[in-house]
């Protein structure tokens, strides 16, 4: 059973940056590299979206419109965790960010539906 626990949110003004992080337990290192990875954000009155994660392999990463070439994903695999640094932050990206993890890595890794294992969130909140 892998647990998941982001931190890194709060509140932040629009233009400035963040990095979320999001930090792994109940696996032994060796398999963490194999897990698909993803970011996911939910905002008020909308579905959770998939705003970044990684695909068939760690080359491949894959963005929701919005965010491409201010969201960056990245991975430590030693640690066995999970970064979104967020760039120019803009008030549309407010709302509670959650990582994800499934047992398969797929590059249609945008999609909920193929995460077996989910953090709490943490909210991120942009002040214009």
């Known amino acids: 059973q892998l647990h998941l626990v982001e931190s890194g949110g709060g509140l932040v003004q629009a233009g400035r940056s963040l990095r979320l992080s999001c930090a792994a337990s109940?696996?032994?290192?060796?398999?963490?590299?194999?897990?698909?990875l993803g970011w996911f954000r939910q905002t008020p009155g909308k579905e959770r979206e998939g705003v970044a994660c990684?695909?068939?392999?760690?080359?491949?990463?894959y963005y929701e419109d919005s965010t491409k070439g201010r969201f960056t994903i990245s991975r430590n695999n030693a640690k066995k965790e999970l970064y979104l640094q967020i760039d120019s932050l803009k008030a549309e990206d407010t709302g509670v960010y959650f990582c994800?993890?499934?047992?398969?890595?797929?590059?249609?890794?945008?999609?909920?539906?193929?995460?077996?294992?989910w953090g709490q969130g943490t909210q991120v909140t942009v002040s214009s």
């Open positions: 990684f695909g068939s392999d760690e080359s491949r990463t």
């Open positions: 109940g696996l032994t290192s060796p398999y963490f590299e194999y897990y698909g």
């Open positions: 994800a993890a499934s047992r398969l890595q797929r590059d249609s890794c945008l999609s909920g539906l193929v995460y077996d294992f």
